[in-house]
């Protein structure tokens, strides 16, 4: 996520120079064929599947929610207990909300307007389950087995719920323009060397971890909707006043939707990948397609290719900024209204770089946020160095990465770790400066230490190895490893600020 009333300020004062002295110097029946080259049959048959019926009635503000989750016990021991995320719930008052004080006017223009869900039903294997809701803000759904769930076995979970859409300009909510539908079905919890992973819905990052699965969503909307989903609609039935979009989506590790009756369209194709900017404001239409087309272009040739058949960038009522979800990004619909489209280019890239880092190489966001977004962060600047040149990449780096962490770190007695978890770091300011500032300039500072050659062989190599694999910072140094000399190995926890 790039959080854009933070870089507001800063663009403020260095668009005009880079304008007048830098830029113009510059599964298997679905499943694409690189990720059917990637995985085996067994692989596949190792992941959950998600079958989702969602009713959307933008009247209500509420979705209708049946989800048939076949559950595949990949833990090293049986399980008699299945947890789940409810994050809508973090939005069912006012003190639970992630956002801090002095979010709140943006992100509830209108004041506060609850959101959650409401679990009506839930089954395994057809039979009624002992249920509990749990944890946190109430955000964990806590289903107990009746007989433990060995290593490799399968459950099916049935869940009827209703999901009530607040009036909230975030991540989840809607606004005048957009119904932003992500975080919003019952996922299941990750399940790793830590045992279950049931953290909250922090106010500070990105505060989510899953595995890759598989879902077949059935989206009901009214006629004048549509919706813009991860994934591809691979048919729509039209049932009168309603339209049923039927969607597919592979090897993702979650499912966002956002819902408009405003949405505008224009598309093109790059090495077969189908690119789709959606749009209310045609000022930079043709700007956002652009900058998504050339982000897929210059990152499929840096790090490997994008496994995806599609791609979507979607203007939405977002106030901080960009978000990324598979195969789709959501960046703030205002920013198509700025003087200059240059904001709107560095969030696009950077969100579009989220599909390689957190999309197909996942990681946990909550215990190690900077193994995405350090790499994202450096990731725009390398696009820029692609697109413009090493003299306006550089200008960019200096303005918006070490600029603006001196500025942050002048007169602090700052740790410069950049491995910390999310509710280690006490400000969204400090998160930013060390989680995207100082991590970018750990791995640039990485990349002049070994050069080019061995920098961009790791990213490929991490890449490759990690795709559809949640990896873990042991991960990435155990991939520099592999390409770097022993005397390069001994500085590498050092350089990234690690330790």
């Known amino acids: 996520m790039l959080v854009y009333y933070i870089l507001k300020r800063l663009f403020k004062k260095v668009l005009s120079l880079l304008i007048i002295t830098v830029l113009p110097i510059i599964i298997y029946l679905y499943i694409p064929e690189d990720i059917k080259y990637t995985f085996n049959l067994d692989r596949v048959n190792q992941i959950n599947k998600y079958n989702i019926v969602a009713d959307f009635n933008p009247q209500n503000k509420e979705i209708e929610i049946n989800t048939k989750i076949t559950f595949v016990?990949?833990?090293?021991?049986?399980?008699d207990k299945i947890f789940l995320h409810l994050y809508p719930n973090t939005f069912s008052s006012k003190d639970k909300v992630p956002y801090y004080n002095h979010e709140m006017e943006e992100a509830y223009p209108k004041g506060f307007n609850p959101g959650y869900v409401k679990v009506k039903e839930v089954k395994v294997n057809n039979s009624s389950a002992n249920f509990k809701i749990i944890g946190k803000n109430q955000s964990?759904?806590?289903?107990?087995?009746?007989?433990?769930?060995?290593?490799?076995?399968?459950?099916?979970?049935?869940?009827?719920?209703?999901?009530?859409?607040?009036?909230?300009?975030?991540?989840?909510?809607?606004?005048?323009?957009?119904?932003?539908i992500t975080n919003w079905y019952p996922i299941v919890a990750v399940y790793d060397n830590e045992g279950w992973n049931l953290d909250p819905y922090h106010k500070v990052g990105d505060p989510f971890y899953s595995n890759i699965s598989n879902y077949e969503v059935e989206f009901i909307t009214p006629k004048e909707y549509f919706p813009v989903t991860t994934g591809k609609i691979?048919?729509?039935?039209?049932?009168?006043?309603?339209?049923?979009?039927?969607?597919?989506?592979n090897m993702v590790r979650d499912f966002a939707v956002i819902v408009s009756d405003k949405f505008k369209c224009k598309e093109a194709i790059v090495e077969g990948i189908k690119v789709r900017s959606y749009y209310f404001n045609e000022k930079?239409?043709?700007?956002?397609?652009?900058?998504?087309v050339n982000s897929l272009k210059i990152f499929n040739k840096l790090f490997g290719k994008y496994p995806y058949d599609e791609y979507k960038v979607v203007a939405s009522d977002f106030f901080v900024g960009g978000m990324e979800y598979p195969n789709l990004v959501m960046i703030d619909n205002e920013i198509y209204n700025y003087q200059s489209p240059d904001i709107l280019e560095y969030i696009i890239v950077h969100e579009t770089?989220?599909?390689?880092?957190?999309?197909?190489v996942g990681n946990d966001e909550v215990d190690e946020p900077w193994l995405d977004e350090s790499i994202t962060e450096y990731s725009t600047i390398l696009y820029y160095e692609e697109k413009y040149g090493k003299t306006a990449a550089d200008c960019i780096y200096n303005i918006m990465i070490k600029d603006q962490y001196k500025q942050y770190a002048k007169g602090k007695n700052l740790e410069e770790i950049i491995n910390k978890k999310i509710d280690e770091f006490t400000t969204s300011r400090e998160y930013t400066a060390l989680v995207y500032h100082r991590g970018a300039m750990a791995l640039e500072e990485l990349r002049e230490n070994i050069g080019d050659e061995k920098f961009f062989k790791i990213l490929r190599r991490y890449y490759e190895d990690y795709k559809f694999k949640n990896a873990t910072t042991v991960d990435f140094i155990k991939t520099c490893k592999t390409v770097l000399t022993e005397k390069d190995e001994e500085s590498i926890k050092e350089i990234l600020c690690l330790q």
Not at 239 to 248: A, L, P, V, W
Not at 353 to 360: K, R, T
Request: net charge positive; charged share 30%; hydrophobic share 35%.
């Open 73 to 79: 016990n990949i833990a090293d021991k049986p399980l």
């Open 140 to 180: 964990i759904l806590m289903i107990k087995l009746k007989k433990p769930i060995k290593r490799n076995n399968k459950r099916i979970i049935d869940i009827k719920c209703n999901v009530k859409i607040p009036n909230s300009r975030g991540r989840f909510g809607y606004g005048n323009f957009t119904y932003n």
């Open 234 to 249: 691979v048919k729509k039935k039209d049932k009168g006043t309603k339209i049923h979009y039927f969607i597919k989506a």
């Open 284 to 292: 930079y239409r043709d700007e956002a397609l652009e900058y998504a």
């Open 353 to 360: 770089a989220h599909q390689w880092w957190y999309g197909v």
